[in-house]
């Protein structure tokens, strides 16, 4: 497992408190692998999800740091959304 990963998914579940997010997301970060985000929290896994962001590691930590907006980020091409737009948009209300 990356230690990227591992430190991504420390500081997901930080921006997380209990029964914030009710749905499941999917980051895949190019060439490291994916994390998956639900009720229960963040973990690096593969898992299927409702809706799956791509972006390169630059773009995921400049979303997570708050440096970008996830939907500026969106709107510029630098994350790819696939699967269920709902469940983006409250992911971003998150991590906003």
Do not use: C, H, Q, Y
């Amino acid at each position: 497992m990356s230690d990227i990963l591992a430190k991504a998914a420390d500081a997901l579940n930080d921006k997380f408190t209990g029964g914030e997010f009710d749905a499941s997301a999917k980051f895949e970060i190019n060439g490291l692998g994916a994390i998956v985000i639900d009720s229960s929290g963040a973990r690096v896994s593969d898992d299927e999800a409702d809706v799956t962001l791509s972006a390169d590691a630059e773009t995921f930590e400049d979303i997570l740091s708050g440096e970008l907006n996830p939907t500026s980020a969106f709107m510029s091409g630098k994350l790819s959304i696939d699967g269920d737009m709902g469940t983006a948009m409250k992911l971003a209300a998150v991590l906003a």
